[in-house]
């Protein structure tokens, strides 16, 4: 049998055993706090390449997005461009369907069966004003005595007015500044506008205006209208 030998102090020394088993102990604790703490790194942890991927993701969306809300926004701005334009077309086409409809119900009054006959005669007479002293006319002819039958013939106008407190008549030619300029030929059974231009010489207050039309045949017709009823509100002279 054997026995554990004395100590030179006269205690007996611990088992050897027991170091062993508390450096066991201490080792696989010290394991477990490694273990848990790389456990907790990696799940909560910093992930720098996951982090910038996700950056670069949204920073790229943001991009899109932000294209997107440009696009709709010319759009939308074109839209409404697009949308004043139309209304100004509508306007415009509603304004011209009108006139239509009222030169539609003359034209019908005057060849409807009870309309009253005359012969060729000039309607209307409007002038407007162009640039450089210039005016543009236009004459609305009518005639329903003869149905059926072309009337043809030339136009001509005269003004006479004023110019240096002198009394002045300006024939066809003056107002062509051409010297045997032909009247502007017309063409029709019922109505025809005709239509040219005239050119007023600096200082001249126009008074009046005569139309003249020489048919093909036939006798000649002359009408005259005040100036300031066929130019409207337009001022004349220079």
Known sequence: MSETSPTPGGEAAPPAHGHKLGYALL?????ALVF??????????????????TIRAQAQRLEAL????ALLSRS?????????GLQGTLAERDEEIAGLRADVA???????????RHGLSVHQLELAPQRGGAWHFTATLTQNLNRGVVNSGKL?????????????????ADLR???GAEGVGYSFKYFQQVEGDVMLPAGLQPIRVVVRLVPARGTPVEQSFA???AAGAAPAGG
Not at 78 to 84: G, K, T, Y
Not at 156 to 172: A, H, I, N
């Open 36 to 53: 848990g703490g790389w456990g907790l790194w990696t799940t909560f942890g910093p992930q720098p390449r996951d982090a910038r991927a």
């Open 66 to 69: 932000e294209q997107q809300v």
């Open 227 to 229: 100036w300031a009823e």
């Open 106 to 116: 003359f034209y019908e009054r005057f060849v409807g069966a009870t309309a009253q």
């Open 27 to 31: 080792a696989t604790f010290l394991g």
């Open 76 to 84: 939308d701005q074109v839209s409404r461009e697009a949308n004043q």
């Open 156 to 172: 001509m106008l005269s003004v006479e007015g004023t110019q240096d407190g002198q009394l002045r008549k300006l024939d066809w």
């Open 177 to 179: 500044q051409q010297p």
